[in-house]
T-cell receptor, first 115, second 115 residues
Framework: DVKVTQSSRYLVKRTGEKVFLECVQD?????MFWYRQDPGLGLRLIYF???????EKGDIPEGYSVSREKKERFSLILESASTNQTSMYLC??????????????FGEGSRLTVL | KNQVEQSPQSLIILEGKNCTLQ??????????LRWYKQDTGRGPVSLTI?????NTKSNGRYTATLDADTKQSSLHITASQLSDSASYIC??????????????FGSGTRLSIRP
């Protein structure tokens, strides 16, 4: 089975703190994604990576950056957390051939609260 | 703008009853449509995929239908069980482009099954 592991299930941070969300997948997938999920808004794409050191902005990249130094690991960074970044963050991966089918394998999510 | 709209937003039914969730989309051109199930506090998991040429597909007690002409899909759950309590997310993909931005999520229907 595909395993996508997010390092923290719950985090509480203060405004202005730097936040790292880590995601690791064990299936050698080329594509990795970071989404945020808010009630009534569905999943919104923050960043997408299709290869090591490659990244593409999604719909809401402002206030976020990403890092993909190794194929299995994709990190989301909030340089200076703000209260409007309180949300559920979902990491996903997909092999190259399945992206067109929309099949994504998700982690359990990281619920971030910024005070 | 490509959109995916789901209804109802939330639904409560008694255990053992049937229910139908709706998904309308304006994504064009269209490649395929997936239904995901998201248990509380977990990441979404794919239930079924439907391509342009398919009208009906079943996965156990879940039956998805697709009308590509009217751009509507439904997910029918038969003989509901407590474990069906979850959010159900409709996801539509556009063809011919590998970017993750062509995977469009609905905001989901929150289904609660009462004993």
């Amino acid at each position: 089975d595909v395993k996508v592991t997010q390092s923290s299930r719950y985090l509480v941070k203060r405004t202005g703190e730097k936040v790292f969300l880590e995601c690791v997948q064990d299936m050698d997938h080329e594509n990795m994604f970071w989404y945020r999920q808010d009630p009534g808004l569905g999943l919104r794409l923050i960043y997408f990576s299709y290869d090591v050191k490659m990244k593409e902005k999604g719909d809401i990249p402002e206030g976020y950056s990403v890092s993909r130094e190794k194929k299995e690991r994709f990190s989301l960074i909030l340089e200076s957390a703000s209260t409007n970044q309180t949300s559920m963050y979902l990491c996903a991966s997909s092999p190259l051939g399945l992206l067109a089918t929309g099949e994504l394998f998700f982690g359990e999510g990281s619920r971030l609260t910024v005070l | 703008k490509n959109q995916v709209e789901q209804s109802p937003q939330s639904l409560i039914i008694l255990e053992g009853k049937n229910c139908t969730l709706q998904c309308n989309y304006t994504v064009s051109p269209f490649s395929n449509l997936r239904w995901y199930k998201q248990d509380t506090g977990r990441g979404p998991v794919s239930l079924t995929i439907m391509t342009f040429s398919e009208n009906t597909k079943s996965n156990g007690r879940y039956t998805a239908t697709l009308d590509a002409d009217t751009k509507q899909s439904s997910l029918h759950i038969t003989a509901s069980q407590l474990s069906d309590s979850a959010s159900y997310i409709c996801v539509v993909s556009a063809p011919g482009y590998s970017s993750a931005s062509k995977i469009i999520f609905g905001s989901g229907t929150r289904l609660s099954i009462r004993p």
